[in-house]
């Protein structure tokens, strides 16, 4: 039988202990592939400025696939170095590498830097203080956040900003900034995410970091100054591609429910309640997407179904089958409400309003009828069609403040 790859992985990674519990405060991951000319620059100037730090710490090289001279540098600097340690993967991916190291790291706190350095390392205390007092459960550098300062082509400042505008349009992500090479988890929280993330490439932090915020977990965010590296090898356009399946395919494990972040809130002993989260606008959004899919589908029954019944009937119908699914999807979507508990009670809700929404519909019907006695079938989808957008507002408007209100 076929290993999986993540088994693989893990049979084929050199330099990690079983046993792991005299390790180090901070354990500053740096995923490297094929980086011999740069390696041990950036471990210097990063093990020195570790040093000025108050907090022991470890610098662990992850070399995933590297068919150069990464390997023999990075072996040199562990004998030049007890604070640096080297380890190998045979198979590529900086999600693979960071998932490997940090699944098994007896540290505290968790980092990951890109082995160019081009954040600011000032920034590094800043990163790791709310997390080892408490405040926080991951931290992120952002370069899209008010009192950074980035020096990068504008090419890779547009696609960066709209990476992260659609992350707020399609997963609601209240994060600023998904790719900085420039972050840090608590231990106990990654134990508890990592198993969860799928990703093995690129779209790792992202689907982490979602996931967290999904969780109801505390993110913090510290603005850096941001250098861009003008050796960088990342195929921007394989990367984008490879991050919108990311997207569509933790999107529609987030709307199917199978993430259990409830559990992974309640482990963790997180109070904070994940749903509503993005705020007003994101809601919106997303309840308007909802409502448009929910407003075509019920002009396309009500034609199908016009055809067999009456106008009340048909509208009656059509109305009943959407509601039950735009409940279903908003209750999942919109405000974030997972699992099974309440559900009944919020598909009652949802009828109650239905039977507002159904005075309102079938009333314009009979203003219709009242003013032409052969309306034709077009206008009365016209017509009934505007008077849902109405009721869409109004059930936005009470599932936010009666429905899924907090309690």
Not at 28 to 56: D, I, M, T
Not at 104 to 131: E, F, H, I, K, W
Not at 310 to 328: C, E, I, K, P
Request: with cysteine; charged share 20%.
């Amino acid at each position: 039988m076929t290993a999986a790859p993540d088994d693989l992985a893990r049979t084929a990674t050199q330099g990690l202990p079983h046993d792991d519990r005299d390790a180090p405060v901070l354990d500053v991951v740096v995923p490297v592939h094929n980086e011999e000319a740069g390696l041990a620059r950036c471990v210097q100037r990063l093990h020195r400025h570790l040093s000025g730090l108050p907090y022991s710490f470890r610098v662990t090289i992850a070399d995933n696939a590297s068919t150069d001279g990464t390997a023999l540098v990075a072996h040199r600097l562990t004998r030049e170095y007890d604070e640096v340690r080297a380890v190998h993967l045979e198979l590529k991916g900086r999600g693979r590498a960071l998932k490997e190291v940090w699944s098994r790291s007896g540290s505290q706190v968790l980092v990951y830097m890109d082995v160019d350095l081009s954040t600011d390392l000032n920034a590094l205390l800043p990163l790791v203080a709310p997390l080892l007092s408490g405040h926080s459960d991951l931290a992120i550098g952002s370069r899209l956040t008010t009192g950074s300062r980035t020096l990068r082509a504008p090419k890779r400042e547009v696609i960066s900003r709209c990476y992260n505008l659609l992350l707020r349009s399609t997963l609601r992500a209240g994060f600023s900034d998904a790719q900085c090479g420039f972050k840090a988890i608590r231990a106990d929280v990654a134990h508890e995410l990592l198993p969860l993330v799928e990703d093995t490439a690129w779209f790792f932090d992202t689907e982490l970091l979602v996931l967290a915020e999904r969780a109801g977990l505390r993110i913090h965010e510290v603005p850096v100054d941001w250098v861009d590296d003008p050796d960088s090898r990342v195929d921007i356009v394989r990367t984008a591609r490879d991050d919108l399946r990311g997207i569509a395919r933790l999107g529609w494990a987030l709307v199917r429910g199978r993430m259990p972040l409830t559990e992974v809130r309640e482990r963790l002993g997180r109070t904070t309640h994940a749903g509503a989260a993005g705020g007003l606008g994101p809601q919106v959004a997303l309840f308007v997407v909802v409502g448009v899919f929910s407003t075509l589908a019920y002009a396309v029954l009500y034609v199908l179904l016009r055809g067999v019944l009456g106008a009340f009937w048909a509208n009656a119908l059509a109305l009943v089958l959407t509601a039950f699914a735009n409940t279903a999807a908003n209750r999942r979507v919109t405000f974030g409400v997972q699992g099974r508990e309440h559900a009944l009670r919020h598909q009652l809700q949802g009828l109650v309003i239905l039977a507002v929404g159904l005075v309102v519909t079938s009333g314009s019907l009979w203003l219709l009828h009242a003013a032409t006695s052969t309306p034709g079938r077009w206008t009365e989808v016209v017509v009934l069609t505007v008077a849902n957008l109405a009721v869409t507002v109004m059930r936005f408007v009470a599932m936010r403040v009666w429905v899924f209100a907090r309690r």
